[in-house]
């Protein structure tokens, strides 16, 4: 029978009898937070405490926690419906009404989607979708991904392979030998003169032009790197890297997982540069993580591929919950509240303002850059201000140090590189977080760094 009655202790032990967690280690795991409820931009733990989630859990729950719409919508879904196979040869109103939606809301290329059940298993996909591309139009050596150092694509054996991460690979290795990886300069501090954002694109061509571009069937890129240190591009990179692309065939996949529904104040993020996607993943956001779903759509050319293919050349790719209409119901449910109460635009806007908060806590001894964009924010840990010399280690007291005041926030440790960079404290709030919610986080995390120098 289950037991929903254990609790602090009893429940804890049981964990670390019984679970292994994402990114487990026990050390980690000796006092865990146990969440028990949520609303707004607010968690509560078992012990009766409050945190604001400043990073919306894992970057996802746009709209905030606790909307009865949504569980209405999947109790609605459940009682009529609850799951049916969405293979060729069958569908459901929910999936079907969800990717017109998306499609309608992504760039004017967008055609179709295809459905998954997270980011990782949505990269897995846009890296088949490509190849399935190439080999349909007669070359099949086209095979080869690109991805960039310090990207996250998530953690499945391709996705793994295109994150750029070194922790995530030390003791999963070898990567699969048909990912490649564009070395530092990436879009972000340039080390030469010139052009930061033609750089580093220039780097990706050079390095097509040396694996040769016949090898290679995509490049992905997230619009802002997320888990790597939130790093937003210089204006001249994308449309640099689509030009690039362009010249030597190569598809260009945009990682939306973070980026996606609303988190930059657009939509998607390449609405920022004007620049579109052949194909493009996303997850999280589309149901604010209420339920697990994700997805690829794809551009008008790669649609006409598929839909042209000889019975013997169909997109043998699946997935049992791919279109799954409870998950669905759910993400046209989220997309109505976004809608109805224009959090993308409040993300802009509020964003601006949260940020321009966290700019004055760059008179701090250690804080050196303050960027992001749109509810999307970070602040990087200094040594010394001149020379921006990195401040390791000091990430983790400050994420300790804002617990103890009541804000949940994450830092991307210095260990996990560029080596010219320090620990960076990440923000993520809830698209609809309270203005009085996110100046008392630009309060916090002011208080917790002060308190660790
Ligand atoms: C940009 C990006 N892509 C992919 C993923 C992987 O998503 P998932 O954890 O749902 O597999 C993440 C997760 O944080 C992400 O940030």
Redesign the pocket.
């Known amino acids: 029978m289950n037991d929903l009655s254990l609790t602090g202790d009893a429940l804890v032990s049981t964990d670390h009898r019984f679970m292994i967690h994402p990114l487990h280690h026990p050390q980690d795991h000796a006092a865990p937070k146990i969440f028990v409820s949520a609303k707004g931009a607010m968690l509560r733990t078992a012990d009766g405490k409050d945190f604001i989630d400043g990073l919306s859990a ?2 996802n729950v746009n709209i905030g926690h606790g909307r009865k719409e949504l569980a209405a919508a999947a109790a609605k879904q459940m009682e009529t419906l609850d799951y049916a196979s969405a293979y060729a040869g069958y569908t459901n109103e929910p999936a079907v009404r969800l990717a017109e939606r998306i499609v309608g809301l992504a760039y004017s290329n967008s055609a179709a989607v295809y459905f998954t059940t ?6 897995e996909s846009a890296f088949k979708f490509a190849r399935y591309h190439w080999k349909r139009l007669g070359k099949p050596g086209k095979v080869k991904i690109i991805s960039r150092r310090y990207g ?5 054996m391709g ?1 793994m392979s295109a994150t750029s991460l070194p922790n995530y690979h030390k003791m999963f290795g070898p990567m699969i030998p048909e990912f490649k990886q564009v070395a530092p300069p990436y879009p972000y501090r340039w080390p030469g003169n010139g052009d930061a954002g033609i750089g580093a694109a220039d780097a990706v061509e050079a390095l097509i032009q040396a694996e040769g571009p016949d090898t290679i069937a995509a490049i992905i890129a ?1 619009p802002v790197m ?2 790597g240190g939130v790093i937003v591009p210089p204006a001249t990179y994308f449309p640099r890297l689509r030009q690039i692309c362009d010249r030597h065939d190569v598809l260009l996949i945009a ?1 939306e ?2 980026t996606g529904f609303g988190r930059t104040g657009q939509w998607f993020g390449m609405g920022h540069w004007g620049v579109e996607p052949d194909l493009f ?1 996303f ?2 956001g589309v149901t604010s993580g209420y339920l697990p779903l ?1 997805g690829v759509v794809i551009s008008r050319k790669l649609h006409d591929v598929i839909q042209s293919a000889p019975a013997d050349e169909k997109f043998m790719h699946a997935a049992t919950y791919s279109g799954h209409p409870v998950c669905c119901a759910v993400g046209l449910a989220n997309i109505d509240i976004m809608d109805k109460e224009g959090l993308v635009e409040r993300a802009r806007v509020e964003g601006d303002r949260f940020r321009a908060g966290l700019e004055t806590l760059a008179s701090l001894s250690c804080v050196g850059e303050v960027r992001g964009i749109g509810m999307l924010a970070a602040l990087e840990l200094v040594e010394d201000k001149g020379s921006k010399k990195p401040a390791k280690g000091l990430g983790a007291k400050v994420v300790a140090q804002a617990a103890e005041r009541g804000l949940i926030l994450r830092v991307r440790a210095a260990a996990d590189g560029p080596p010219a960079s320090g620990d960076v404290l990440c923000l993520a709030p809830p698209l609809s977080t309270p203005a009085a919610t996110l100046d008392r986080i630009v309060q916090i995390v002011g208080e917790s760094i002060q308190a660790v120098l």
Do not use: C, F, M, R
Not at 152 to 156: E, I, K, N, R
């Open positions: 894992l970057w997270s980011g990782a298993e949505s990269n996250y694509h998530g953690v499945t996705a997230e997320g888990s990682d997982v973070i993943s997850a999280k994700g």
